[in-house]
């Protein structure tokens, strides 16, 4: 049997063979391309040197890369778990051509590797091709290559339309036909008659295999199909359907790569797998699949959240922690999945293994949360099912369904999964409805990063920018581009905004966190102060800023000078980020890693991974280790080097970079990070290190805020006249203000609690009488509106309950106003009356007199208003609302 690890090496080792590059995995996140929520494909990586907007040093590639399928049209999410080979993610193999290749060699590569490097038996296979459709040519052309290849016979080289044979990117753009290899997957004789039917939920049938696309046509505006000057080759197997061939199974769950998965869910449910369609069986495979996903995505440094991918994120996971409660697991355990895949497949993606403590974090973290409202979202589900039982229609309002997921955390997909399991449909459009003013509240958000623009891609084809500010601050240079307004220029005039592209620069481009450089870029005719520097993309620099006099050519030749004084400061925060990093990490633990940083002259920021805040004590050690490095004036060491040799070295990467086969490293002391960054030469230059804050910015990650330098002892000698000043008012020793004020605090405290004790007393003596005396029978029920002085909320609940207590069975509603002419309302209901009369309803009636709103509990609710006018009219209404 082969395991699927020796058919991954086996498919790159074959190719390489072949004179193709072994290229690694691209992230699962896209990069610079916001038209894809995740990579769902090998050539996603490839896409721009497919379309000629970038260049490589080579022309054939292969690749086994990690892909996710969850949304538009591959959203199968609905399948995983009862099809035997649906999954959200996958690693899809591919080999490709660029121009060098074509439709001979592509076939024959195909047909060699599966039937004599895997043994994958002929008589099991057919291949398509595409047999033309409306303007769209036949492809006779693969048709004949297969014949050739396979010496099949017409019924085993299948025609088929444009639906599943034919590859477009878009509406215009590369396009061309495919071919298909497809797999009889089942225990009897092939039956070419059953080709084209979906295989059995047991995955019995034919299966698709290996995609190749033929990318030959250009297809214009017009809808032409003009011929590719060099045609390419794209291709796709997905290593999870060839370890089911290969290990001879049906199922991709009974594969080396998930079944271990599915026996831990197993395991931990206390139940037996057995392979079925059962729904435990069925429940077992979605937590092995979700688990699969959500490790890779953690260890790329995606956290589950509310929107765009960390949303994905979170649907996926609350999905398998749904199946494990109907499993019948009542303890967290998606994290124990998700460890079998780290430990598994750590030895292929080694990221796995580096950030292993951040996966078992996260993912128990976000299964506490959920299940702490599972159980609450599920009963109130119910509830409604048992309330809608003779509606025929039984729709989940939208109202009900977006609390579902903003209270209690239940994304709508999984509404809809549970509402098909106890019959009953959702309110979509009342959901989006009531979804989209919840954006409006909080000003929305927006998934994906914006496209960069064509006149930046074009100009980082055509010319190349030497960066030498690792060595120097002033360079002497030629301008090749200038920018106006998105837009090439010839010059650029006195007053007007643009950016600047040298041939040589010493202006670092913000990158990596690191904020660019600021400075005077000076020709014969002109001086241009640079305000920014940015790298917009791949290696191109442009220098941001305006023209403050004469007037800058193309082609003048120009003097470059960085300002000093920011960029030593700059320095000084960016050493001191890696000495913070290597601090955490060795305080709060190894899954404290990097999720983001900013540094800039002024300050430093760091974000990492993290559930719990850290203690004053915590951060206190890690301010005294980084200063003890800087004390020790180590010296701060960069070496350019493979990546492999780096990581061997135990270099730390960061999660959102993109790293090449040759990095720069930069070590002090014992921190060694791949970092593109300027840096001081010794440790001492940094000075001085202060944390200024620690918090929680979203769902798993926090921040660190810090500075160096005279930022920090400016920062430090204000904490100190604020102290001073503090010890001035509560006239002691600025050593003992604290004591001090926690002593004044205490004082305040007794005070307003025995300020509360005499205003209970008040509501509850005479006055208190007094308020009962003003009670009306309303046929079996003793109904109070009363206005009292009191502006504390917890003495009027009190005062209201005990009036409640005295007059039972009673309705009871007590209003106040402030100085201020806002009013507060308070509405208790005996128990035994809220059947008849709700205190929740009774109150928004009231509260809308006085302009305001509330809500509650049958037996108790509570409002507000703006409108101290009308107090009285709003108290008498409660009895006509009684008297009905």
């Not at 002090?668 to 001492?684: F, K």
């Not at 205003?759 to 006055?767: P, V």
Request: proline residues 4%.
């Amino acid at each position: 049997m082969r395991r699927s690890r020796e058919i991954r090496t086996s498919f790159l080792n074959y190719f390489k063979e072949w004179n193709h590059q072994v290229v690694a995995s691209a992230p699962l996140v896209p990069a610079n391309d916001p038209t894809l929520m995740f990579t769902n494909a090998g050539m996603v990586q490839f896409k721009e040197v497919f379309t000629g907007q970038e260049r490589r040093d080579y022309k054939r590639a292969c690749s086994s890369q990690k892909c996710i399928r969850i949304s538009g049209k591959h959203n199968d999410l609905e399948n995983v778990g009862v099809t035997a080979r649906h999954h959200t993610f996958f690693e899809m193999l591919g080999n490709f051509s660029f121009g060098d290749y074509f439709k001979k060699e592509a076939i024959g590569f195909a047909w060699q590797y599966l039937t004599k490097v895997l043994g994958v038996p002929e008589d099991r296979l057919v291949v398509t091709v595409f047999g033309g459709e409306g303007d769209l040519p036949e492809d006779a052309e693969a048709e004949k290559l297969w014949a050739m290849v396979t010496g099949f016979p017409p019924e085993r080289i299948i025609r088929c339309g444009a639906k599943d044979n034919f590859w477009q990117m878009g509406d215009t753009g590369p396009c061309g036909p495919c071919s298909e290899i497809h797999y009889y997957n089942g225990r009897g004789k092939p039956d070419i008659s059953l080709f084209g039917k979906e295989p059995g939920l047991d995955g019995e049938g034919w299966i698709e295999l290996w995609n190749l696309v033929f990318t030959q046509f250009d297809r214009s505006a017009e809808g032409r199909l003009n011929p590719l000057p060099a045609p390419s080759i794209d291709t796709g197997a997905g290593l999870e359907r060839l370890a089911a061939v290969c290990q001879g199974v049906l199922s991709n769950y009974d594969t080396d790569l998930l079944r271990p998965v599915v026996e831990k869910a197993a395991e931990i449910s206390g139940k037996k797998y057995r392979g079925t369609l059962d729904p435990d069986d069925v429940s077992m495979r979605v937590i092995a699949d979700h688990a699969r996903m959500a490790a890779f995505l953690i260890a790329e440094g995606v956290f589950p959240d509310r929107d765009g991918r960390p949303y994905v994120l979170r649907r996926v996971m609350r999905r398998a922690i749904r199946h494990a409660h109907k499993l019948g697991i009542g303890e967290p355990c998606l994290h124990e999945c998700a460890l079998v895949v780290a430990d598994m497949m750590g030895e292929d993606y080694p990221e796995l293994v580096e950030r292993r403590a951040l996966i078992e974090e996260v993912t128990r973290n976000e299964e506490e949360r959920f299940r702490a409202t599972l159980k609450r979202g599920l009963e109130k589900l119910e509830s409604y099912c048992r309330e809608a039982s003779n509606d025929k229609q039984r729709l989940l309002p939208g109202t009900v369904s977006f609390e579902l997921y903003d209270t209690y955390g239940f994304p709508l997909d999984l509404q809809e999964v549970i509402g098909e399991e106890l019959r009953f449909k959702v309110d979509r459009d009342g959901f989006e409805r009531e979804l989209e003013l919840a954006r409006k509240r909080s000003l929305g958000s927006k998934v994906g990063d914006d496209a960069v623009e064509a006149t930046y891609r074009k100009l980082a084809n055509e010319i190349e920018v030497e960066f030498v500010g690792y060595r120097v601050e002033t360079a002497e240079s030629t301008v090749i581009r200038l920018i106006r307004d998105g837009e090439c220029v010839e010059q650029i005039s006195e007053g007007q905004n643009a950016e600047i592209a040298t041939a040589i620069t010493p202006f670092y481009a913000e990158t990596g966190g690191q904020v660019g450089d600021k400075g005077e870029i000076r020709a014969k005719g002109g001086l241009f102060q640079v305000l920014d520097t940015s790298r917009p993309v791949g290696a191109l620099v442009v220098h941001r800023g305006k023209v403050t006099t004469g007037r800058i050519e193309v082609g003048d030749a120009v003097r470059l000078e960085v300002d000093h004084a920011l960029r030593s400061d700059t320095r000084r925060n960016h050493s001191a980020t890696h000495l913070l990093h290597f601090a955490l990490r060795r305080v709060a633990g190894d899954q404290a890693m990097q999720k983001g940083s900013l540094v800039a002259p002024d300050r430093l920021r760091f974000d990492y991974s993290g559930t719990k805040p850290l203690t004053r004590e915590q951060l206190n050690l890690i301010e005294e280790m980084v200063m003890r490095v800087v004390v020790e004036n180590k010296p701060v060491e960069t070496e350019v080097l493979p990546i492999s040799d780096a990581k061997r070295r135990g270099a730390v990467a960061i999660f959102e970079e993109k790293y090449g086969d040759i990095v720069r490293t930069v070590s002090m002391a014992d921190s060694i990070e791949l970092c593109g960054g300027t840096h001081v030469a010794r440790t001492g230059d940094i000075g001085l290190f202060k944390i200024i804050s620690e918090s929680g910015i979203a769902a798993g990650v926090r921040r660190i805020e810090a500075t160096t330098g005279l930022s920090a002892l400016r920062y430090i000698s204000n904490l100190e006249h604020e102290l001073l000043a503090v010890a001035s008012l509560v006239k002691g020793a600025p050593m003992d203000a604290s004591a001090k004020v926690d002593r004044l605090l205490q004082q305040q405290r007794e005070l307003t609690r025995e300020i509360a004790r005499l205003n209970r007393q008040l509501a509850s003596g005479t006055g208190s009488r007094d308020l009962a005396s003003n009670a009306r029978k309303i046929g079996d029920v003793t109904v109070l509106g009363a206005r009292v002085e009191v502006n504390d909320a917890a003495t009027l609940r009190e005062t209201a309950d005990r009036l409640r207590d005295k007059l039972a069975p009673a309705v009871v509603l007590l209003g106040s106003v402030d100085q201020e002419g806002k009013v507060m309302l308070v509405c208790t209901v005996s128990q035994e009356l809220t059947k008849s009369f709700q205190a929740g309803e009774l109150i928004k009636h009231v509260a809308r007199i006085v302009g305001g709103r509330g809500g509650g509990r049958p037996d108790f609710a509570q409002a507000g208003g703006v409108d101290g006018d009308k107090i009285n009219d709003a108290i008498e209404a409660i009895y006509a609302l009684i008297s009905g």
